[in-house]
C-alpha cells in the first residue's frame, strides 16, 4: 500500500486518469478543459491552495483570497481564454475569524473584477485551510493554446521576467532588507490579455503557466508534445531581486528561475514561420530557447548541456 | 470577534454575499449559479464533502467519492438543469492510501455517468480531507426553477419520501439490526430527470433540494419567495424505516423526516392551476401543504400548528 505522501505527482494524475473515463471535449491533463456545449465550449478549470503551503511570511487574507483567485485565472490565460465566473469551497479552521473569511473572499473578487470575472458561487466547511476554486472562461471562437502542440523547430518563449516570487520569498524566509517594487509572491498577475493576444495571433504552438516553475513547465510540454527543448541560461529573462537575493542567500540564480515556480508568466512555443503575426500583437516576449526532436528539456550554461531536474517547491 | 465556529451558516452567507459585486444572471444563494454566456447560459454549483462530516460510519471510499458528485448534481437538479461536466478539487491526508484516493475519484466517475455528465478536472493537494466538487450543466432553454418564485395559494410537494437517510444513520449509530434495501445515506440519488421535466412543465413555482432537511429547505424558500407555508405532518411521505427506527430509538418520526436532512429529494411549489401539466409528465410527488402569506413554514400535527424549528443535523 501506498501513501498519497509518497505518490509523485505526476503518477497520481496518471493513474487517476487511467480510472475515469476520458469526457468529450478536453479532460484533465492540461492546465485547463474544454467543455463542450451546444452554444459553443466553455474552459473550466479547478485548484485549490493551502494555508499549509500557499500562505507566506507575511501575506494578509486578501492576498491569499487574490492568490486563490489568480491561480485559476492563471490556468485560463494559459489555454488563451477570458475569465467569466469563479466558485469557490472554502474549508476553514472553526477558530478562524469571520473577518478572516470575508478578507479572503475581498480578495478574491478584487482579483475577479481585475480580469474581468465575477464570483458566481461558494461553499464554506470546516477544515485545514484550503480554498477550492473554479474558473470558467470563453474562448470566443478562438482555438485553445495546449500543452501538446509543440513541434521540433518550433521558438521557445516566456512572457515577463523569471524569478522574482522565488527571490521574494527567501528573502523573506532568510529576514533580508530587500523590498521588491511590486509583489509578485502574493499579488501574482495572471497574464489574461497576453494568453489572449497569443492564442489570437495563431502562431502559438503551445503554452503552460509557470505556476510550478520553468523546469515543471518545460517537462509537461515536452511530455504533452513528446518533443524536447534546449533553454539557453543566458536568455532568460531575470526577474526583480534575482541577483541581490542569489548573492545574500548562495540561492543559486538557477534554482530562483528555474526550480522554484510560484510565478504567473506563460511559457510557450510558436511556429517560427508565424512570428511576425506574434510581434504585430505588440506581445513582450523573451525568446529562450528552441523545440528539440529529443524528449527532456534541457539547460544550456557556457559550455554546459545538463537534463532540466525536478521542480524543488 | 467572531470565529466561524460562532457564525450561523445564514449569517455569514449574508455578510459574504454584501461584501463579493453581484454578478450578470443569479449568483451565489440559490442551489446554484446561471452564469449568462453568448451561446446560452450554463448552471453551476460547488460544494464540499468533508471526513469529519460526510462519511458516517461504514461508508466506502467510493460512496464517498458518489456523494461528493451527487450533492452538487443534485443543486443543478434543483434548478431543472440537466449536468454536463464535474471538476473536483481534493484536499487528502498525506497519509491516506492512494488506493483509497482513486476509490474516490471512481465513485465520483460513477455518479457522473449514472447521470451523464463527466469529470473534466481536478486538484490534489494535502489537507484534512474534503472533496469541493464543481457541477457545470446546462438548461437547453428551460426557464431555471428558483427558490424565490413561490406565491401565496400555491400547492408545496415533495418527490420521493422523506427520513430514510436519517433512519439508516440514527440505526448505524444505535447498532440496529436494521438494513435498508437501498442505502440512500451512502449513495444518494439526485433527482435528474425529475427536475428536468419539473422545470420543463412551466407549473413549478420554486424548488430546493433537501440537502439540509424539510425545514431548512422549506425555510429557504420562505425566506427567498417572501412567503411562509402550512406543511402539514399527515400528509409527509414516510422514507423506509422511520416508523421502525423511531420505535427503536425513540427519535421522533418529526426529527427524522423534518430536521436531519442528507436526503436528495426535492421540494417545490406548483400553480394550482397547472396542476394538469405535473400530472402530465408522470411525475411521483406527494402534495404537503399550502404557501400562506405569512413568512415562514409551519408543521401541523393534528391540532396543533407549530413554526419548524432550526435544523439539528
Redesign the interface.
Known amino acids: 500500500?501506498?501513501?498519497?505522501?509518497e505518490?509523485g505527482?505526476r503518477e497520481?494524475i496518471r493513474?487517476?486518469r487511467s480510472?475515469?473515463?476520458?469526457?468529450?471535449?478536453l479532460?484533465?491533463g492540461d492546465d485547463?478543459?474544454i467543455?463542450p456545449?451546444?452554444?459553443?465550449d466553455?474552459v473550466?478549470?479547478?485548484?485549490?491552495?493551502?494555508f499549509?503551503?500557499h500562505f507566506p511570511k507575511g501575506m494578509r487574507y486578501e492576498e491569499f483570497g487574490w492568490t486563490a483567485a489568480a491561480v485559476n485565472i492563471s490556468d485560463l490565460a494559459a489555454m488563451g481564454a477570458e475569465p467569466?465566473?469563479l466558485?469557490?469551497?472554502l474549508?476553514?479552521?472553526?477558530?478562524?475569524?469571520?473577518?478572516s473569511?470575508?478578507s479572503i473572499?475581498?480578495g478574491?473578487?478584487n482579483c475577479?473584477?481585475s480580469f474581468g470575472a465575477?464570483?458566481?458561487?461558494?461553499?464554506?466547511?470546516?477544515?485545514?485551510?484550503?480554498v477550492?476554486c473554479?474558473a470558467?472562461g470563453?474562448l470566443?471562437g478562438r482555438s485553445p493554446m495546449l500543452r501538446s502542440g509543440a513541434r521540433p523547430g518550433d521558438i521557445i518563449a516566456v512572457t515577463g521576467a523569471l524569478g522574482s516570487a522565488a527571490a521574494e520569498f527567501f528573502a523573506k524566509e532568510n529576514n533580508l532588507d530587500y523590498a521588491p517594487p511590486f509583489s509578485s509572491l502574493k499579488i501574482p498577475i495572471p497574464r489574461v490579455a497576453e494568453g489572449i493576444s497569443m492564442s489570437a495571433s495563431g502562431a502559438v504552438t503551445s503554452c503552460i503557466d509557470l505556476s510550478d516553475g520553468l523546469a515543471e513547465g518545460a517537462k509537461s510540454i515536452c511530455s504533452a508534445s513528446r518533443v524536447g527543448m534546449d533553454i539557453f541560461m543566458r536568455f532568460l529573462p531575470e526577474g526583480h531581486g534575482v541577483d541581490e537575493v542569489s548573492s545574500e542567500t548562495g540561492i543559486s540564480k538557477e534554482d530562483l528561475m528555474l526550480y522554484w515556480g510560484g510565478e504567473y508568466e506563460l511559457l510557450f512555443t510558436f511556429d517560427k514561420g508565424k512570428k511576425d503575426a506574434l510581434y504585430d500583437i505588440d506581445l513582450e516576449f523573451s525568446i529562450i530557447g528552441k523545440v528539440t526532436n529529443e524528449d527532456v528539456p534541457y539547460i544550456i550554461h557556457e559550455n554546459k548541456r545538463m537534463a532540466m531536474e525536478n521542480g524543488k517547491h
Chains 1, 2 share one sequence.
Open positions: 500500500m501506498v501513501s498519497l505522501r505518490m505527482e497520481l493513474n487517476i480510472i475515469i473515463r476520458p469526457p468529450p471535449g479532460g484533465p485547463s478543459a467543455i456545449l451546444a452554444g459553443g466553455i473550466a478549470c479547478i485548484d485549490s491552495v493551502t499549509e503551503r467569466i465566473g466558485l469557490a469551497a474549508t476553514m479552521p472553526p477558530d478562524l475569524e469571520a473577518d473569511l470575508y473572499m475581498a478574491m473578487d475577479a473584477e465575477y464570483i458566481y458561487g461558494g461553499d464554506t466547511k470546516f477544515g485545514s485551510g484550503a477550492s473554479t470558467i470563453t470566443n
